[in-house]
């Protein structure tokens, strides 16, 4: 998994001017440019990188900086993506199952809203030896972020719990309302939940489901291998 940054599949789009100049100029002016890479810095939303037309690589704007029709509508930054980065450690993954799939996305404001899936942003935890891990990218309620081009011009970042997808070919019974579904806060495991002894054989005892030992002659000639093996030494 990456560190900091990661590539992304690359969005041919435009960056509002302002976002070139701090917020002092700019405004209804376009530049064309490649979004080309992403920065996940923990609290902060997920930073682009672009690639201007000009020969300018102009790095970390938020996703609100880029749209794909000029006369998008101008949004604030929470109607674009509901979390910032639960990491630094990010990865970008085009789910196959997903791809090119249209949905309805549900904005804070309870707007549906239209738009095609690009890709989605997942996050995780790695340098557990030489930090404390005290995020949330690994907790049974974190949350991922797909990326979309929606109708309007915009692209926005939202998580599972704020998509209706749309699969003429799967789809059946399509939700209209909350379907009362509860977030799943168990952690699944299955190591320390056996009480039980190992021992130095590469290959575990089999037994039949009546506890009876199946045959075990191989296990017998490799004890009998490893005991002269130690009485030479």
């Known amino acids: 998994m990456a560190y900091l940054n990661h590539n992304i599949p690359v969005i041919t789009c435009f ?16 530049t064309l440019c490649d979004v080309h890479a992403v920065a996940s810095v923990e609290k ?54 997903l791809s090119g799939l249209r949905a309805q996305l549900i904005t804070p404001t ?9 890709f989605s942003l997942d996050w995780s935890w790695e340098s557990k030896a030489g930090f404390t891990d005290v995020n949330f990218s690994e907790t049974p309620e974190h949350k991922c972020a797909h990326i ?3 109708d309007e011009g915009n692209y926005f970042a939202y998580p599972n719990n704020r998509i ?7 789809i059946k019974d399509r939700i209209t309302k909350n379907p009362g579904f509860i977030i799943d806060l168990n952690v699944y495991t299955v190591e320390n939940t056996r009480k039980q002894e190992t021992d130095y054989q590469f290959m575990t005892e ?9 045959d075990t002659k191989r296990s017998k000639a490799h004890s009998s291998v490893q005991t002269e093996t130690e009485s030479d030494n």
Request: charged fraction near 30%.
């Open 164 to 170: 209706i997808w749309y699969d003429d070919a799967w």
């Open 44 to 97: 902060r939303v997920p930073l682009f990188e672009a690639f201007l037309e000009n020969g300018v690589n102009w790095t970390r704007r938020p996703i609100n900086a880029f749209c794909w029709k000029k006369d998008a509508p101008v949004r604030r930054l929470d109607e674009h993506m509901y979390w910032d980065c639960f990491s630094p450690y990010v990865d970008v993954q085009i789910r196959q199952r």
């Open 15 to 30: 960056i509002r001017n302002e976002y070139l100049f701090n917020h002092t100029k700019g405004h209804g002016d376009f």
């Open 148 to 150: 979309f081009k929606m």
């Open 110 to 118: 309870y707007e549906k809203l239209e738009g095609t899936y690009m």
């Open 206 to 214: 089999f037994k039949d489901a009546d506890g009876k030992k199946q």
